[in-house]
């Protein structure tokens, strides 16, 4: 991604939170220096949160059939509560639907 971003290769970076080294890794991302429009998806509990500290945030992509109670949204941005750690609730018969790989 850093040489994507120093070629100006890119307008629009849509890492996945899990891959690029958590919220960590997510900080250490050059985007707002250059002014690139950053979004995300999937993982939303986890992903929101590092997405409201990015400058150039774009947009959060919102469906997870996996997760028990879902943030709550107001004029289409999310409202992070006042739950421990991510917040996450497992819907554990959706999950048992998928198979371990």
């Known amino acids: 991604m850093r040489?994507?971003?120093?070629?100006?290769?890119?307008?629009?970076i849509v890492p996945g939170v899990t891959k690029i080294g958590g919220v960590s890794g997510w900080l250490e991302m050059p985007t707002a220096a250059y002014g690139i429009r950053l979004s995300h998806h999937l993982f939303i509990e986890v992903s929101t949160h590092p997405l409201c500290a990015t400058p150039t945030a774009q947009w959060q992509e919102y469906a997870d059939p996996v997760i028990a109670r879902l943030l709550e949204g107001l004029d289409g941005r999310a409202v992070l509560d006042e739950r421990?750690?991510?917040?996450?609730?497992?819907?554990?018969?959706?999950?048992?639907?998928?198979?371990?790989?």
């Open 3 to 12: 040489h994507a971003v120093d070629a100006s290769a890119c307008d629009l």
């Open 84 to 101: 421990a750690g991510s917040g996450i609730e497992w819907n554990e018969s959706a999950v048992a639907r998928y198979p371990v790989i």
